[in-house]
């Protein structure tokens, strides 16, 4: 679906730098610590879009909104290729995330209602595929080039800009799906907006949505210098290839969820997530980069299908007319999961070391995800 690779292209961008932070720590000198604030600051810009602008694209329309974030991933582009130090890797960073985080609502809504009624259920992996197959596709792509072509803090972003305006022609010709009242009503930020019938399934759902993303926030940060420092890997295409992996995974975690139904996806995909997560942090103890590998695979089905089976879960009680901004409450517990876990394992790392931040976070996931995936076996949510 031509929205689907909008909202790929769009998510790509918010994960380019990450095979790179070894260099432009190489470049500007700074630490651990400051790798996961540089991280942390786009998960604020995903947050704070989302609470301001989680639900505008119910009154103004989707393509509005998408070619907004377009822009702002551009800028954000732009921001990387011509940065000489901290200040525009911060600013590059929040303008992604807002970027993101319009996506993230906008994306998802207009890819389910561009869909036939009798592919919803596509168009519902679909979404979700393109939301975690671009942030693979980030990784991947600035690996492979930083390692094997040259300027290697240029090239990647200078390709990503290249893919936008393809982005950008194709968003024009998509048809809107939201009615627009003539004049628009004033647009007010609507913060952390769930309606009364979604509220039963959502605390659950967005938790799990939660632990997922600290894991992929852990691997996005954390991880290539892990492999780097722990495990002498210094191939920056590797890099990309194992937070890819974890990315693809997810997706096919997704496609599986569809296969064992919602209900039984939640507290499934917290179990698998458990024992990824278990060799993950065998993997920091060993260390061995094969069994990192397995656990981040196995870890990613497991977060995709509970991401999935959540995300599918709520859109389908949500109102008609407040879907966006419901969506947009659902990723803003995701990315609080994407960044404050991963700010402190870059404190912790400054006395534990790479390695045990990492285990102590794994193991704060471990009790969550359990929890979660207990409560959910007991009391499925209501949905198809």
Not at 4 to 10: D, P, S, T, Y
Not at 37 to 49: D, H, K, N, Q
Not at 213 to 237: I, K, M, Q, W, Y
Not at 263 to 290: E, F, K, Q
Request: charged share 10%; hydrophobic share 55%; proline share 7%.
């Amino acid at each position: 679906m031509a929205a689907a690779g909008v909202f790929a292209v769009g998510m790509m961008g918010t994960t380019l730098p990450t095979p790179l932070y070894g260099l432009y720590r190489l470049e500007l000198g700074f630490s651990e610590l400051i790798v996961t604030v540089v991280f942390a600051v786009y998960a604020l810009g995903v947050i704070s879009s989302l609470l301001v602008a989680g639900g505008f694209s119910d009154v103004v329309g989707r393509r509005p909104i998408l070619f907004i974030a377009l822009g702002l991933s551009t800028l954000s582009a732009v921001c990387f290729l011509f940065e000489a130090g901290l200040p525009l890797l911060y600013v590059g960073r929040v303008l992604s995330g807002f970027s993101a985080g319009l996506f993230s609502g906008t994306g998802t809504a207009a890819v389910l209602e561009l869909a036939p009624r009798e592919r919803s259920a596509r168009a519902g992996f679909a979404a979700t595929a393109a939301n975690m197959g671009g942030l693979g596709l980030g990784p991947l792509v600035s690996g492979i080039l930083a390692e094997y072509a040259p300027w290697p803090l240029k090239l990647p972003f200078i390709v990503h800009l290249a893919l936008l305006a393809v982005a950008f022609a194709v968003t024009r010709l998509l048809p809107e799906t939201v009615y627009r009242p003539s004049p628009l009503p004033p647009l007010r930020p609507q913060g952390m907006k769930i309606p009364p019938e979604v509220r039963g399934v959502f605390g659950a759902c967005a938790l799990t949505a939660f632990a997922g993303f600290s894991v992929l926030g852990l691997f996005t940060a954390v991880a290539p210098d892990f492999l780097a420092r722990t495990l002498g890997e210094h191939n920056l295409a590797v890099v990309g290839a194992v937070v890819f992996s974890l990315f693809c995974a997810s997706t096919s975690g997704q496609l599986l969820m569809a296969r064992v139904g919602t209900r039984m996806a939640l507290p499934l995909g917290c179990l698998i997530l458990v024992v990824g997560l278990l060799l993950v942090g065998a993997s920091l103890m060993l260390p061995s980069l094969p069994v990192l590998v397995v656990g981040a695979v196995i870890g990613g089905v497991g977060q995709g299908m509970a991401f999935r089976a959540g995300l599918t879960a709520v859109s389908f009680v949500a109102p008609d007319a407040h879907r966006g901004a419901t969506i947009s409450a659902f990723f803003v517990v995701a990315y609080v999961g994407i960044s404050l876990p991963v700010v402190g394992v870059g404190a912790l790392t400054q006395a534990l070391g790479v390695a045990d931040a990492g285990l102590v976070l794994a193991g704060c996931v471990i009790l969550i995800v359990a929890g979660v995936g207990v409560h959910l076996w007991r009391r499925p949510p209501a949905a198809r």
